[in-house]
């Protein structure tokens, strides 16, 4: 899909920005290219105060007349007029001395012509090819000095007419200049800077000093032409052209440094040329292809980290394919245009996925429904694998998605576990109140779908699946043992202070996160912490209740404060009694008794300081505690950056 629109915005009116700017980027970060096979001469309005000419006319024909016998004099390979004489002077002597300096150097002087289209407001269609004047047109040669413009007014491609001669194309015969190609061959400027970029000298100093400029003259193919917009009888066409470079500089371009670039692409041979189009398609086609497959075996964020390099590496293969090898192609359609849809199709994707399974299901069953007595309990597009854990009220199932055929991990509650309604209502309701909260922070386990089942007597709840033990992310079914931070402790034993402070920074925003969201867990412990990809999650979340709801005494020995379960302090007290076990690899029983080998720890000095949190955190006194989780992940954040700061001292 992502491919063929990447295809289709190849001839879209609205894409061809892009189009332009994959032409007109590498010029940005391209500084000016010295060329010595040409000069210009600018007939600017400083040289035309001096030498007294007028404003909105034509210059004196015998200035040109002077300029071009200087010129040549002084060994310049080819002069080129990119100058209109389309209508005789006024002395015919004028033009007929002008003639004469051209035929004495027959094939060195290259004259402009232009055509022009007239007509329009219902008037048909003409072409008018504006030539030199006799006896000027029989002298010497001319070429067409038009442009190709773009719809947004730039020059980028070399002008071609099957019926008639380019200025560039002229020029380069006339000076000799051996062409790779033929000219009807689609060319692309390569311009070599910005404004004014060419060797140049102003039309005043070569008639009044020309003796002192003869180095840069002599051997020079030589252009001749206005700068600034001179319109004048015999000539509407602006002489003002936007460049590459106009984008970026806001700067245009006299039309004499385009012929004259044209004429250098010639005469170098670094023209620009545009790939073939199934290569073209093929470098469009590609990206997309693999994106597509890509993206969907990536995390969100993974994914949109892929598409950034994705992009970034288009850009800079279409910069360097420019710079270096001098091809181009329409690549910001891949940044532009495949990336961002991918994204978008990629995204739309996941949060389709999501709501088909964060929905909330009630069944309404027939009463003629036959509920088995025995075997795993029925849950909606997954196929219930194995039983693998019992939690509050409930067994834990390994389950896989008959829709995406990915592992879940699904908790069945019934409620034959209740002595009556009242406790299986209350932990619905908890579920149901925690369900939307727990995509909102990574110290969560994700809910994916609740569902109720009355007739069979049990609510479930879906979540994703905590890696395996040994295998991570790689799921075995008949194998599968989740590693909590429980199972943690016994494989590894006790946990690196580091390690644990990280832990218990990520828990303990997870806990601020879930009490500002008016909800308590009541039973914080290492087996009820689950790790997702690495992460440490709270997971168990069955006994999770709203604060105002949290009357029944459960949790685990140790782990619950002397008060009781139920309120804030209680969990923060139960995070504690955590972070002892994993930091100190004492059991929590053992508590506030320190490591035997405390004194030889090589993380003495940090392990110390995050005993002090802990026993803050495991006050008898409610009171005396942390007074919310969001202070305790201030003290370990603190710490955190202590561990940072002693990594980057070293």
């Known amino acids: 899909m992502v491919a063929i629109l990447g295809v289709i915005c190849l001839g879209l009116i609205f894409t061809q920005g892009l189009d ?30 001096i030498l007294k000419q007028p404003v909105d006319g034509p210059w004196d024909r015998a200035k040109h007349t002077e300029l071009l016998t200087n010129l040549l004099s002084l060994g310049a390979k080819a002069v080129v007029f990119d100058v209109l004489f389309d209508e005789p002077w006024t002395n015919k002597t004028v033009d007929a001395n002008f003639a004469d300096a051209i035929k004495a150097h027959h094939g060195h002087v290259v004259l402009g012509e232009r055509l022009q289209h007239t007509g329009g407001n219902g008037k048909p269609d003409v072409l008018k090819l504006d030539q030199p ?32 001669t380019s200025l560039a194309w002229q020029t380069a015969k006339a000076a000799g200049v051996e062409i790779r190609g033929k000219e009807e061959e689609q060319r692309w400027l390569n311009y070599y800077g910005p404004k004014k970029t060419i060797p140049s000298l102003e039309y005043y100093q070569v008639l009044q000093s020309a003796a002192s400029f003869s180095g840069k003259i002599a051997d020079k193919v030589v252009f001749v ?4 917009i001179l319109k004048y009888r015999g000539s509407e066409q602006s002489d003002e052209i936007r460049t590459p470079y106009t984008r970026w500089t806001g700067e245009s371009s006299p039309g004499v440094d385009v012929q004259a670039t044209a004429f250098l692409n010639l005469a170098r041979g ?72 991918a994204l978008v199709w990629f995204s739309m994707g996941v949060l389709n996925q999501r709501a088909a399974e964060r929905q909330i299901i009630r069944f309404s069953e027939d009463e003629s429904e036959e509920v088995p007595a025995d075997g795993p309990p029925r849950i909606p597009e997954h196929e219930m694998l ?23 991990a699904v908790k069945v509650v019934s409620r034959s576990t209740f002595q009556d309604d009242g406790p299986f ?80 920074l990520l828990l303990a925003g997870a806990l601020s996160h879930l009490h500002r969201s008016g909800l308590i867990h009541r039973d914080i412990k290492p087996s009820n912490i689950i790790f997702v990809k690495g992460v440490p999650k709270f997971a168990d979340i069955g006994l999770v209740t709203a604060a105002v709801d949290a009357s029944s005494y459960v949790g685990t020995e140790g782990f619950l404060p002397p008060e009781g379960p139920g309120t804030p302090q ?40 995050l005993n002090a949190i802990i026993i803050k955190a495991c006050r008898e006194v409610p009171t005396r505690r942390y007074a919310t989780a969001e202070k305790m992940q201030s003290e370990l954040k603190r710490l955190a950056n202590r561990f940072k700061s002693a990594k980057s001292g070293e």
């Not at 597509?292 to 892929?306: E, K, N, T, Y």
């Not at 039983?387 to 592992?407: D, I, K, M, N």
């Open 20 to 49: 332009h700017l994959s032409y007109d980027l590498p010029f940005a970060f391209r500084g000016g290219i010295h060329t010595d096979e040409a000069l210009i001469i600018y007939m600017d309005d400083e040289s035309r105060q």
């Open 133 to 164: 004047v006799e006896p000027l047109k029989s002298a010497g040669a001319w070429g067409v000095a038009n442009f190709y413009k773009d719809t947004d007014g730039t020059v980028r491609k070399h002008y071609y007419d099957p019926a008639y």
């Open 225 to 228: 032409g206005n700068v600034g």
């Open 270 to 341: 670094d023209w620009l040329e545009r790939l073939p189009l199934p290569v073209e398609l093929g470098l469009i086609v590609g990206p997309a292809l693999a994106l597509g497959f890509l993206l969907p075996s990536f995390r969100p964020g993974m994914a949109f980290a892929v598409g950034a390099g994705a992009a970034l590496m288009a850009t800079v293969a279409g910069l360097i394919l420019a710079l270096q090898f001098h091809e181009w192609f329409c690549w910001a359609v891949i940044p532009g245009i495949e990336v961002p849809a």
């Open 386 to 408: 194995r039983p693998f854990a019992e939690g509050s009220y409930g067994q834990v199932w390994l389950a896989r998605s008959s829709t995406f055929g990915s592992y879940r």
């Open 425 to 504: 209502e209350r932990e619905f309701r908890g579920i149901q109140l925690f369900e939307p909260i727990s995509r909102t922070h990574d110290g969560f386990v994700d809910i994916l779908q609740v569902g109720r089942r009355e007739k069979a007597g049990y609510f479930y709840y879906i979540m994703e699946l905590a890696d395996d033990l040994d295998a991570g992310e790689v799921i075995n079914p008949n194998q599968y043992v989740p590693r909590t931070l429980g199972n943690d402790l016994k494989k590894r034993g006790r946990i690196p202070c580091r390690q644990s402070v990280q832990i218990g």
């Open 570 to 609: 209680a969990d923060i007290y139960s995070l504690g009694k955590v972070l002892y076990e994993i930091a100190m690899g004492r059991d929590r029983l053992c508590f506030p008794e320190l490591p035997t080998t405390f004194a030889e720890d090589p993380e003495r000095e940090h392990l110390q300081s």
